[in-house]
């Protein structure tokens, strides 16, 4: 659209909605005019300017307008606006993850003498489809969301449920690779005829396939190993439904909600990181940093939780951080970062799992890691398009009310 046509879709601000949240907002009001005319063929707009939707607290200005065209939110990713550091602070980081996740096959330590395609790997595999699909699905959600208020709601939609997706891979990794040895978990019993032997990870006895999915069926273990993987899943649907949900209603708490959400989800994947440091004895906190990385792993998830609801440093100087520095570039660094530990973690628990100890309690097979991630994609995409149903349909009402 023209520059005069994305002036008029974004006057579609109605005075009664205005509310301005804070008082520094309030000389903005009436400029009417854009901030800056864009060099990319988009608008940069005040807070005043745009819906009240697209608004966020303490950010005055530097809004694109609802109305871009795929090709000027490409050419947005290289102008100043306030999504510009949102979208590169995920982009790059998928670079930086695969990077970080690539080196557990070609680095250096005692290695799990299997390739990366083997069974072994497939739970590392769904913990990697979930945090380039987090990465990814954010990363574009920042960038697209201009094109239309109903793009930008479903963009939304599709990063909580990634965030969901992220947490199931989560545990996933968690689920085989993290378990105690010692008091609370025994190693399991030498395979008939093969001497428990850990040269061959693709030979694993079918005795151990005590997976989640077998132990769930009635087969063989523990509640918990029947439990822990459905629950996260069930977790990571709700959690998906509420974050969606909070675009509609309480907006007061959004940030809040979306953040306390989030919390049960780690309490609960991090089950077996808590027996682990509980139980495991000696090695397991400190041989290959387990115990260290998961500090640290928490240490940057309460960050960007801080991050995310005191909106610090913007509230403090609104206006100042616009476009560089303010709270959402800093919770998506934090988020990163803690990223980056749990797959430190991770690996060090896969290296502890090749230095000659027994291989897997559970074999993982492609149902019960990459079915499970498919699975979830499914519903998660169904609860996102019956929200993005309900986005277009209630945009269709305001459009037909503003007509009549
Ligand atoms: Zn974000």
Same mark, same amino acid.
């Given at each position: 659209?023209?520059?005069?046509?994305?002036?008029?879709?974004?006057?579609?601000?109605?005075?009664?909605?205005?509310?301005?949240?804070?008082?520094?907002?309030?000389?903005?009001?009436?400029?009417?005019?854009?901030?800056?005319?864009?060099?990319?063929?988009?608008?940069?707009?005040?807070?005043?300017?745009?819906?009240?939707?697209?608004?966020?607290?303490?950010?005055?200005?530097?809004?694109?307008?609802?109305?871009?065209?795929?090709?000027?939110?490409?050419?947005?990713?290289?102008?100043?606006?306030?999504?510009?550091?949102?979208?590169?602070?995920?982009?790059?980081?998928?670079?930086?993850?695969?990077?970080?996740?690539?080196?557990?096959?070609?680095?250096?330590?005692?290695?799990?003498?299997?390739?990366?395609?083997?069974?072994?790997?497939?739970?590392?595999?769904?913990?990697?489809?979930?945090?380039?699909? &987090?990465?990814?699905?954010?990363?574009?959600?920042?960038?697209?969301?201009?094109?239309?208020?109903?793009?930008?709601?479903?963009?939304?939609?599709?990063?909580?449920?990634?965030?969901?997706?992220?947490?199931?891979?989560?545990?996933?990794?968690?689920?085989?690779?993290?378990?105690?040895?010692?008091?609370?978990?025994?190693?399991?019993?030498? &395979?008939?005829?093969?001497?428990?032997?850990?040269?061959?990870?693709?030979?694993?006895?079918?005795?151990?396939?005590?997976?989640?999915?077998?132990?769930?069926?009635?087969?063989?273990?523990?509640?918990?190993?029947?439990?822990?993987?459905?629950?996260?899943?069930?977790?990571?649907?709700?959690?998906?439904?509420?974050?969606?949900?909070?675009?509609?209603?309480?907006?007061?708490?959004?940030?809040?909600?979306?953040?306390?959400?989030?919390?049960?989800?780690?309490?609960?994947?991090?089950?077996?990181?808590?027996?682990?440091?509980?139980?495991?004895?000696?090695?397991?906190?400190?041989?290959?940093?387990?115990?260290?990385?998961?500090?640290?792993?928490?240490?940057?998830?309460?960050?960007?939780?801080?991050?995310?609801?005191?909106?610090?440093?913007?509230?403090?100087?609104?206006?100042?951080?616009?476009?560089?520095?303010?709270?959402?570039?800093?919770?998506?660094?934090?988020?990163?970062?803690?990223?980056?530990?749990?797959?430190?973690?991770?690996?060090?628990?896969?290296?502890?799992?090749?230095?000659?100890?027994?291989?897997?309690?559970?074999?993982?097979?492609?149902?019960?890691?990459?079915?499970?991630?498919?699975?979830?994609?499914?519903?998660?995409?169904?609860?996102?398009?019956?929200?993005?149903?309900?986005?277009?349909?209630?945009?269709?009402?305001?459009?037909?009310?503003?007509?009549?």
């Amino acid at each position: 659209p023209s520059q005069r046509q994305q002036l008029r879709l974004c006057n579609l601000r109605s005075p009664s909605r205005l509310a301005p949240r804070t008082q520094h907002r309030r000389g903005w009001r009436e400029s009417g005019m854009p901030l800056a005319p864009g060099k990319g063929g988009g608008l940069l707009l005040r807070w005043s300017e745009v819906p009240p939707s697209m608004t966020e607290s303490f950010i005055l200005s530097g809004y694109r307008c609802p109305g871009y065209t795929f090709a000027q939110c490409l050419v947005s990713a290289f102008r100043p606006t306030n999504e510009t550091g949102n979208f590169w602070t995920h982009f790059l980081a998928v670079f930086v993850f695969a990077f970080h996740f690539l080196e557990q096959f070609w680095g250096e330590g005692p290695m799990v003498p299997a390739g990366p395609l083997d069974p072994f790997y497939y739970p590392l595999w769904s913990y990697f489809l979930g945090v380039c699909g &987090l990465l990814v699905a954010s990363s574009m959600a920042h960038l697209f969301n201009s094109m239309s208020l109903v793009i930008r709601e479903i963009c939304f939609y599709i990063d909580y449920g990634t965030i969901s997706a992220y947490t199931v891979g989560s545990s996933l990794a968690y689920f085989y690779y993290i378990h105690p040895r010692g008091g609370g978990g025994s190693p399991p019993p030498p &395979l008939p005829g093969t001497g428990n032997n850990v040269s061959s990870p693709s030979a694993w006895p079918s005795w151990e396939g005590a997976g989640w999915l077998s132990a769930l069926a009635g087969q063989v273990g523990t509640w918990f190993e029947a439990l822990y993987v459905p629950s996260a899943c069930l977790i990571a649907l709700f959690c998906t439904l509420a974050c969606c949900s909070t675009r509609h209603q309480w907006p007061r708490y959004r940030y809040l909600i979306r953040t306390l959400v989030f919390l049960l989800p780690f309490g609960v994947v991090s089950i077996p990181v808590f027996r682990k440091l509980w139980w495991g004895g000696g090695g397991a906190a400190g041989g290959h940093g387990t115990g260290r990385f998961f500090l640290r792993h928490c240490f940057w998830l309460l960050a960007s939780g801080i991050f995310n609801v005191s909106k610090i440093p913007e509230r403090f100087s609104p206006g100042k951080f616009d476009i560089w520095g303010h709270s959402h570039q800093w919770f998506h660094c934090c988020t990163f970062m803690s990223i980056l530990d749990e797959l430190h973690m991770i690996r060090g628990e896969i290296r502890e799992l090749g230095a000659g100890l027994p291989l897997l309690p559970r074999a993982p097979t492609f149902l019960s890691t990459f079915g499970v991630m498919l699975l979830l994609l499914t519903l998660l995409a169904s609860i996102v398009g019956w929200f993005g149903l309900r986005a277009y349909a209630s945009h269709q009402r305001s459009k037909a009310r503003k007509g009549d």
